[in-house]
Nanobody, 120 residues
Framework: QVQLVESGGGLVQAGGSLRLSCAAS????????MGWFRQAPGKKREFVAA????????LYADSVKGRFTISRDNAKNTVNLQMNKLKPEDTAVYYC?????????????WGQGTQVTVSS
């Protein structure tokens, strides 16, 4: 059974930082792009960041560019999202995504999500 399990969410003040982690099990994702999406209350799920299988190519939503950094460790089958200078508008449930497909798309596997709340 393939699982993606996110961790690291929580409550933080504006300007603070959080580091999200996604641990994959059941299959290796070392040949697949992985990414992060988020969904705020009443809004559609949106793309946040993605990383190619080698880590050599990364993509970011304009809203997080310069503040968030995606990285991966293929040996550990994990992907991380370092979030700095957080803003209240970053409040959302953050989902890990991965599997075969283009870096700019979505893979077939999703995590259950982790809540990030940024207070003003």
């Amino acid at each position: 059974q393939v699982q993606l399990v996110e961790s690291g969410g929580g409550l933080v003040q504006a300007g603070g930082s959080l580091r999200l982690s996604c641990a994959a099990s059941g299959r290796s994702f070392s040949s697949d792009p992985m990414g992060w999406f988020r969904q705020a209350p009443g809004k559609k799920r949106e793309f946040v960041a993605a990383i190619s299988w080698s880590g050599g190519n990364t993509l970011y939503a304009d809203s997080v560019k310069g503040r968030f950094t995606i990285s991966r460790d293929n040996a550990k089958n994990t992907v991380n999202l370092q979030m700095n200078k957080l803003k209240p508008e970053d409040t959302a449930v953050y989902y890990c995504n991965g599997g075969p497909g283009p870096v700019h798309g979505t893979g077939p596997y999703w995590g259950q999500g982790t809540q990030v709340t940024v207070s003003s």
